[in-house]
């Protein structure tokens, strides 16, 4: 998320009630979690396993919970709580907006775009030309559509990521700030659901066509031209190079990229990442030719074991 003004070292860790290293007007310009950050973002490290890669990252300010040297061109604001206080400041420079009307007053709709009653469509939302939204679809606070998209009847965009934080007391919920973005004619099916990104934005690329019942995860961007089976689940933070097709029931794992032009057959389950310009199949997936020879020598074993056997007797 950036921020609409630079603010500066001091303004936030004085918020935050904390200690900082580094000059009091060094600029913060964006928030972001760690997979998002770019140069002059924020960000927050809370456990020692990920400190190097915080400090080592892109990000030029960290919430960290250890008093370390802050990196050259970096400062530090030190806290008990470093996840809590990133949460503290999504909430100051992305709150919450009620909104009391289906189509709030400050969404911008395009010339010829059809609104269907029963859909909700939110704070500074921002629709393309000749789009339709069907019955029942919610369109959550800021996320971005192109021109000629189509979303069908009770789907869902930008609803908060699933991205929770476990302790002895509970879950603590990482406050989502970010915003999905569906580019020029993109066709969305029915019951389909698509989370914004933590901090960052979750992005749907020019021609894909979703099924129903799809599910995406935060901050995963899905390229141009693609084709999304229905009951598939991607995982958060993947992505999904252009041309590429999952068929029925397909489950992606995060943090993966999935090759331009791979085909998925139906029912597979991707734990890794693949290249492009191939066809995987299985659980985990596999090149089809390979998982497909497995099954035809699974099914000669009963016979193998009988042979076997009998040699014994």
């Known amino acids: 998320m950036k921020l609409p003004h630079p603010v500066t070292l ?14 009091s007007d060094f600029p913060v310009t964006g928030i972001n979690e760690i997979h998002m950050v770019t ?25 960290i919970n250890q008093r370390v040297e802050a990196p050259d061109g970096k ?20 709150p919450f907006m ?20 029963g859909a909700f469509i939110g704070n500074k939302v921002s629709i393309g030309k000749n789009c339709i939204i069907h019955s029942n679809v919610s369109i959550y606070d800021g996320c971005i559509l192109g021109d000629n998209v189509i979303i069908h009847a009770n789907s869902v965009i930008g609803a908060d990521a699933y991205y929770f934080q476990r ?3 509970g ?18 099916g029915a019951l389909c659901s698509i989370d914004r990104g933590v901090s960052g934005d979750t992005y749907i690329g020019h021609g894909t066509k979703f099924d129903n019942h799809v599910q995406v995860g ?14 598939s689940a991607i995982a958060g933070v993947t992505r999904i190079e252009d041309d590429v097709i999952l068929w029925a029931r397909v489950v992606i794992n995060k ?3 999935i090759g331009k032009g791979a085909i998925i057959l139906a029912t597979s389950g991707l734990d890794k990442s693949v290249p492009g310009g191939k066809t995987y199949f299985g659980s985990p997936a596999e090149e089809a030719w390979k998982k497909w020879r497995e099954m035809v020598a699974v099914k000669q074993l009963p016979g193998i074991l009988q042979k076997i056997d009998n040699k014994g007797k």
Not at 45 to 52: A, F, I, L, N, T
Not at 171 to 188: F, H, P, Q
Not at 218 to 231: F, S, Y
């Open 10 to 23: 001091q303004e936030i860790a004085t918020f935050l009630g904390a200690q900082y290293s580094g000059p």
């Open 39 to 63: 140069a002059g973002d924020l960000t927050f490290v809370d456990h020692p396993k990920y400190y190097s890669k915080a400090l080592t990252s892109k990000a030029t300010t960290i919430l």
């Open 75 to 94: 400062s530090l604001i030190f806290c008990d709580d470093p996840f809590a206080d990133f949460v503290k400041l999504g909430r100051k420079y992305n």
């Open 98 to 117: 009620a909104c009391n009307s289906a189509i709030s007053p400050t969404a911008s709709i395009g010339e010829n775009t059809v609104i269907q009653p």
């Open 167 to 169: 302790k002895p007391e």
């Open 171 to 188: 879950y603590r919920k990482l406050e989502s700030c970010g915003t999905v973005v569906i580019a020029d004619n993109v066709e969305i």
């Open 218 to 231: 935060h901050d995963t961007q899905i390229g141009n031209n693609c084709l999304i089976g229905a009951h």
């Open 255 to 257: 943090d993966i990229v």
